[in-house]
């Protein structure tokens, strides 16, 4: 499972510390082509929401009912600034079919 398949969610949980539903999309792309990289992740959110809105999540998922619900980018690789805008937009898309969305970098290493 990875970003490049966007029919598969690739994570799903619950914080412990929130009872949020985390959705989690696995990023292991370099950013080598910028635009390819955008469109698998937008691609790839694009099926996250339409899973949320869909009502699929709860079928799958049917404690979810009533949680706030996150979608996690995890990201092996850092975002340049050049794809700030992207994120900026994709938070607020997300914002407003009530889901929230979060990027974040795996430490070195990974």
């Known amino acids: ?27 292991h792309l370099d950013w080598t082509d910028e635009k390819g990289h955008l469109k698998a992740i937008q ?5 996250y929401l339409d899973f949320v809105d869909s009502g699929q999540l709860f079928e799958h998922r049917p404690e979810a009912r009533g949680t706030s619900i996150r979608i996690d980018i995890i990201a092996q690789h850092t975002a340049p600034e050049t ?3 992207f994120f ?23």
Not at 43 to 47: F, G, I, T, V
């Open 1 to 27: 499972m990875s970003i490049e398949d966007s029919s598969v969610v690739d994570g799903m949980g619950t914080e412990v510390s929130t009872g949020t539903t985390v959705l989690t999309i696995s990023d």
């Open 43 to 47: 691609d790839k959110l694009n099926a």
């Open 83 to 85: 794809v700030t805008w």
């Open 88 to 110: 900026e937009r994709a938070i607020q898309a997300a914002g407003s079919n009530n889901v929230g969305l979060v990027y974040k970098q795996l430490p070195s290493g990974y």
